[in-house]
C-alpha cells in the first residue's frame, strides 16, 4: 500500500522568504502526486499536481514542486512568501492503473509571519 | 453551481442517533469522493463512486457508514448509530476525470 510522509509538521518563515515543505511517498507502483492547501475553516484547494511529463509543475499562487523518482518526493516551493500563504498543506498521491482514492499525508502547517 | 457544495455545513447530533451528509457535486462530473478529516487520523478516503456505482468503498470504517449517488449527481454519506469518534469533517470532491478532485467545504460533524 503507499502511503505520504510530511516530515515537517509545522513551518514557521518570515514574510518574502523562501519556503520549502517537503513530501515523501513510498508506492511499489508509479504514481500521481498533489499537493494542496486548506485555508482556516475552508475546504482543500489543489495547488498542482504531478500526472506525467516535465518533472517540475508549477501551481497557482507561485508554487511549484519537483518530482523526484529517485528520491520518491514531491517537495513544494514558493520563492517568497506572503502572509496569505498561512494555511496547511497537504501532499497527496495516487497509484496509476489502480483505486482512484487519493493517500494523503499528516499536512504541514504554513505559518508566515511579518 | 461553480463548485462542490454540501449541506449541512455543521451537524450537531446525539449518540446513538443516525445522520444524513449531503454532496452536489461539479455539474458533469463523473468521479465523487467521500473523504473524512479528524484530529486523530488527519484525512483518510471513504468511498469513491463512478457514476452511480461505487468501485471502491474500501475506507468505510463500519457497517453503519453507508453512502448512495443518484442520477449520476448527488450523493448523500449515511452514518447510523453515530458513536463519539465519528465527529470529524466529512469532505466530498468531484472530478472529471483521473487526477485529484475538487473538494467541497465540508460538513462538520459532532457527536455528543
Known amino acids: 500500500a503507499q502511503s505520504v510522509t510530511q516530515l515537517d509538521s509545522q513551518v514557521p518563515v518570515f514574510e518574502e522568504a523562501p519556503v520549502e515543505l517537503r513530501c515523501n511517498y513510498s508506492s511499489s507502483v508509479s504514481v500521481y502526486l498533489f499537493w494542496y492547501v486548506q485555508y482556516p475553516n475552508q475546504g482543500l484547494q489543489l495547488l498542482l499536481k504531478y500526472l506525467s511529463g516535465s518533472t517540475l509543475v508549477k501551481g497557482i499562487n507561485g508554487f511549484e514542486a519537483e518530482f523526484n523518482k529517485s528520491q520518491t518526493s514531491f517537495h513544494l516551493r514558493k520563492p517568497s512568501v506572503h502572509i496569505s500563504d498561512t494555511a496547511e498543506y497537504f501532499c497527496?498521491?495516487?497509484?496509476?492503473?489502480?483505486?482512484?482514492?487519493?493517500?494523503f499525508g499528516k499536512g504541514t502547517k504554513l505559518t508566515v509571519n511579518p | 453551481g461553480a463548485g462542490v457544495s454540501q449541506s449541512p455545513s455543521n451537524k450537531v447530533t446525539e449518540k446513538g442517533k443516525d445522520v444524513e451528509l449531503r454532496c452536489d457535486p461539479i455539474?458533469?462530473?463523473?468521479?465523487l469522493y467521500w473523504y473524512r478529516q479528524s484530529l486523530g487520523q488527519g484525512l483518510e478516503f471513504l468511498i469513491y463512486?463512478?457514476?452511480?456505482?461505487?468501485?471502491?468503498k474500501s475506507g468505510l470504517p463500519s457497517d453503519r457508514f453507508s453512502a448512495e449517488r443518484t442520477g449520476g449527481s448527488v450523493s448523500t454519506l449515511t452514518i447510523q448509530r453515530t458513536q463519539q469518534e465519528d465527529s470529524a469533517v466529512y469532505l466530498c470532491?468531484?472530478?472529471?476525470?483521473?487526477?485529484?478532485?475538487?473538494f467541497g467545504p465540508g460538513t462538520r460533524l459532532t457527536v455528543l
Open positions: 470532491a468531484s472530478s472529471l476525470v483521473a487526477g485529484g478532485g475538487f
Open positions: 455539474s458533469g462530473h463523473t468521479a
Open positions: 463512486f463512478q457514476g452511480n456505482s461505487a468501485p471502491d
Open positions: 497527496a498521491v495516487r497509484i496509476q492503473g489502480g483505486s482512484e482514492k487519493l493517500v
